[in-house]
């Protein structure tokens, strides 16, 4: 049983989550448009690099936390990247350094979206190719920081074309820690994301899921080897706060809420995994 201090300072009261599991599971990133929850949450949050970056002053995480550089947006509103390398890698350093517990942070990536690569005007493989030489590129200026690669595409030949040009490039990707998997939150419940994720897991790649909605948990949660989500704030919206809640019209920005959409996803995916226990378990015997 692993016991999760889910809150600290005001919002103690929340209590802890426990939290159990039968076979390893991925570490969830709770994803937080909130940088603040960063010094009042005890638990593992995904925070914005351009949400971050407004922050004058910085404080100690409580807990383990995870950099997203915030790409899709940036690449959506400009249709190219305004941070330089440089830029981005010195705002990295400077969390690293004053607010720690820094697990890893996203490059540069270029999602490959259709609706992306129509904004930037450029193509899937050259998205590709600048995704890879972010990475050389800040893991050159930055070789201390934890920085990510990160494999991009749209078909399951295109990932696999990426992971070919990080070989090129002199990089094993099964020898990180980390590979982020991109391009996939708008499509993850379909088999061929699921058939993407277990191809590049069988392949020794520890991947972290980008925006991982709970049917993909659901699907191919237990092939990560990490993954953040912010559904919480999408269901959010679309219910009244909670009845403990008020001053707001919904919880979409709502810490309670999110902690409370965190344990109930934990909690169903440790049923989960029992019930697929007791189904391999149930085969083993009958093969026998």
Known sequence: MIIVPALAGPYACLGEANVSFSAPAPMFYLGA???????????????????????????????RWALDSG??????????????????????????????????????????????????????????ERTVANFLHLRHIAPDL??????????????LHCVDLYRSAGIDLAAHDRVGLGSVC??????????????????????????????GMHRYGHRLASA??????????RQQP???CSGHKNCANCLTYAITWRSRLLTDLERRGQQTDLLITHSAHAAA
């Open 228 to 237: 953040d989500s912010m559904a919480w704030s999408y269901a959010a919206r």
């Open 146 to 159: 934890p920085f990510i690669p990160v494999v991009q595409g749209w078909t399951i030949d295109d990932y």
């Open 71 to 128: 790409g899709f947006t940036e690449l959506s509103l400009l249709g190219r990247w305004d941070t330089t390398p440089e830029q981005y890698a010195d705002a990295v350093a400077r969390y690293a350094e004053h607010i720690g517990n820094l697990d890893f942070a996203a490059p540069q990536d270029w999602m490959c979206e259709p609706f992306m690569v129509e904004r930037t005007g450029l193509s899937v493989p050259e998205h590709q």
């Open 186 to 215: 708008r499509r993850q419940s379909s088999n061929e994301i699921t058939t993407l994720v277990t191809t590049l897991q069988s392949a020794g790649l520890r991947l972290h899921g980008f925006g991982v909605k709970t049917g």
């Open 242 to 244: 909670l009845a403990s």
């Open 33 to 63: 448009h909130q940088p603040h929850w960063l010094w009042h949450a005890s638990l593992p949050l995904f925070v914005s690099h351009r949400q971050l970056a407004r922050k004058v002053r910085l404080r100690p995480a409580l807990a």
